[in-house]
C-alpha cells in the first residue's frame, strides 16, 4: 500500500525529530544514543521500507479483490475516516498483543524491541518480515465491512505516525486527561521494558483505553529504573542477526523437540519450552509478583527466629 500511506511525507519531519532528541540526549542524558545501535535502528527502517514497497502492493490487490464482497458501502466521508481510523487501532491493538503471545508473530516483532536504549531512532526499528506472519489478515473483517482498503491503509499510516513521537524519555507525563485515553511516551516505555512488572503490558498503538478495557495496562512507576531490550539481550549490532534471530531459534527449537512438541515452539508463547528449561513473561511476572507477596508478608511477632532468618 505504499501510494497510499503518509508516513513517507513524515519522513523528514521523523529525521529532524530525531536529530533534536540527539541534542537533548547531548545535553541531557547522553546514554540515551549509542552510535551502533541508532546506525542499527537506521538500517532497520530502510529494510522494512523495502520490504513495504516489495509486498505492500500484493496485500492491498488482495484487499480489493476481498472489498467485492464487502457488506455496507461505506463510502469515503470524513465520519467514515474516524471510525475507520479507530476500528484501525482496534485491530492493531490485537495484531500487537498477538505479537507478543505467539512465537510466529513475535519473530517477526521482536526486532522491534531488539535495542536496549529507548529513544526516537528506536520507533524506526521496524520488521522486514511481517509478510510472514499474516497479520494482514486481522484487516480483512474491515475490508468485508465495507471500508475502502484506500482507507485502512490511510489510517494505519497515520498510526504508525502517531506512534514515533512515543518513543522517548525526553518527555516525561502528558496532561492527566490525555493520559488516560491516549498512548504517550510514559506508557510506551512501558511497553518496551523487560522489567518484570511491565512485561507484555500496554499494547495499545493510539488509544490506551484498550489496554484499560482488555486487562492489559500497567502504569509507569517512577521508582523503578526501566530495563530496555528482550528479556534475552541480543548482545550483537550485527544487522542480519537482529533481523532473523528468532526465526533461527524457532527453526533450531523445532528441529530439537519431540515431535509432540513441535508445533507448540510455534504457536505458543514466547519462552515456552516443552522441558520447563525456559521461562515464559507470564512465568517471569508470576515469580515476581510471589517474591513481593513474600517480601510484604509482615513478620510473626509468635516467632521470632524465624523473623530473624527472614531479615538475614
Not at 508516513?7 to 525529530?17: I, K, N, Q
Request: hydrophobic fraction near 45%.
Amino acid at each position: 500500500m505504499p501510494d497510499l500511506s503518509p508516513t513517507e511525507l513524515a519522513v523528514p519531519g521523523f529525521v529532524a525529530l530525531v536529530l533534536i532528541e540527539m541534542i537533548w540526549a547531548w545535553r541531557k542524558r547522553r546514554e540515551a544514543y549509542e552510535p551502533r545501535d541508532t546506525l542499527t535502528s537506521l538500517a532497520f527502517g530502510l529494510g522494512s521500507t523495502v520490504s513495504g514497497l516489495i509486498f505492500g502492493g500484493m496485500f492491498f490487490a488482495l484487499f480489493l479483490w476481498v472489498w467485492q464482497f464487502r457488506l455496507f458501502d461505506i463510502g469515503w466521508s470524513w465520519w467514515a475516516f474516524a471510525l475507520c481510523f479507530v476500528l484501525d487501532d482496534l485491530k492493531y491493538y490485537w495484531v500487537h498483543r498477538f505479537g507478543h503471545r505467539v512465537r510466529w508473530f513475535w519473530a517477526s516483532h521482536v526486532n522491534h524491541h531488539s535495542s536496549q536504549h529507548y529513544n526516537l531512532s528506536t520507533a524506526l526499528r521496524q520488521t522486514w518480515t511481517g509478510f510472514m506472519t499474516l497479520g494482514f489478515a486481522f484487516a480483512l473483517p474491515l475490508v468485508l465491512l465495507g471500508f475502502h482498503p484506500g482507507m485502512i491503509a490511510l489510517a494505519g499510516g497515520f498510526n504508525l505516525i502517531y506512534q514515533f513521537w512515543i518513543h522517548t524519555e525526553a518527555i516525561d507525563k502528558m496532561p492527566r486527561w490525555f493520559e488516560a485515553v491516549m498512548n504517550t511516551p510514559s506508557h510506551h516505555r512501558v511497553h518496551h521494558a523487560t522489567n518484570p512488572r511491565y512485561l507484555d503490558r500496554n499494547y495499545a498503538g493510539v488509544f490506551i483505553v484498550w489496554d484499560k478495557l482488555f486487562g492489559t495496562f500497567e502504569p509507569e512507576v517512577k521508582d523503578e529504573k526501566i530495563r530496555y531490550g528482550i528479556v534475552k539481550q541480543l548482545g550483537s549490532f550485527n544487522l542480519l542477526w537482529a533481523v532473523f534471530h528468532e526465526w533461527i531459534g524457532i527453526a533450531q527449537d523445532m528441529w530439537r523437540a519431540p515431535w509432540g512438541s513441535k508445533l507448540g515452539y510455534l504457536l505458543r508463547e514466547p519462552g515456552w519450552t516443552h522441558d520447563g528449561s525456559r521461562e515464559t513473561s507470564d512465568q517471569i511476572r508470576a515469580a515476581w509478583l510471589a517474591r513481593q507477596a513474600s517480601d510484604a508478608e509482615p513478620v510473626s511477632s509468635e516467632n521470632p527466629i524465624a523473623g530473624e532468618a527472614e531479615a538475614a
